[in-house]
């Protein structure tokens, strides 16, 4: 293809890295682990401050910190359940492969990058399995 006398031509497109090996699950274990390590020695040491008497925006400070490092942690401990269990590397809403890129930036990711996109922006992930017409929702 040319253009403004250029000529250009297309590469094939890298294949991508889906599948997990067992080295990339140890590899990915031992990093959660540290990650885990280091959200709950920040816990406790965010714990101590907790009674000294320090300004309200460093007490609130504080709090957003302390906050951040339990939601971390949970969803540290779900991608370690996800990994014993065998659901590793799939994403929780489509069950599509996270990606080992992504999980190698984010150890905990459940989701893939689209399902991650379409909740960024407000939208509900896919639905995975659709109920038999025989079932119904239980009234609320």
Not at 1 to 21: C, D, R
Not at 68 to 91: K, N, S, T, W
């Amino acid at each position: 293809m040319t253009n403004y006398g250029v000529t250009m031509t297309s590469l094939p497109a890298a294949p991508a890295v889906t599948e997990l090996t067992n080295a990339d699950l140890v590899q990915l274990e031992v990093a959660l682990r540290e990650q885990r390590n280091f959200r709950v020695h920040q816990l406790t040491e965010l714990s101590k401050g907790a009674g000294s008497d320090t300004a309200a925006a460093a007490s609130e400070v504080a709090k957003a910190l302390e906050q951040a490092a339990r939601h971390a942690l949970g969803e540290i401990d779900l991608a370690l359940d996800r990994l014993r269990c065998g659901r590793y590397g799939r994403c929780v809403d489509c069950g599509h492969a996270v990606g080992r890129d992504r999980l190698e930036v984010l150890p905990s990711a459940a989701r893939c990058m689209s399902c991650e996109h379409r909740i960024g922006h407000g939208r509900p992930p896919p639905r995975r399995h659709a109920m038999p017409r025989h079932e119904t929702r239980s009234a609320r």
